[in-house]
């Protein structure tokens, strides 16, 4: 039972490191722009590809599962970005660039989601 345990913590962990370079490779990819893309490619992203990975038959990721979703994909989206990102834009910007960042980073991903749990529901 520890080893498992063990075994998980260091799945995640490697996840992580993974998630995270990918994500610094987004953000690189589109520094400089008028508008966070980045975070919002990522959350995106990892929205769609949470919910393809938990809604995958058990038996085939499960012993991936925390090495993808708690790892990988929790540290390449992140919400505390999204929220720094949201603050910056009404300060610098005003009010309609916040909001619209809010209503996208929210419709997208939700939609990316469900997008995600029907591609693998009708494939399967």
Known sequence: MISLVIENYIL???GGALGA????VT???FRGRDFPWATLIVNVTGSFLLSVALFIPSHDLWSLSPLVTVGVLGSFTTFSSFSLDTLSLYEERGLRPAVRNVALNVLLCLSAALLGM?????LT
């Open 27 to 29: 953000f690189l990819s």
């Open 118 to 122: 029907y591609s693998v529901l009708i």
């Open 21 to 24: 370079m990918m994500r610094y």
């Open 12 to 14: 995640i962990g490697l």
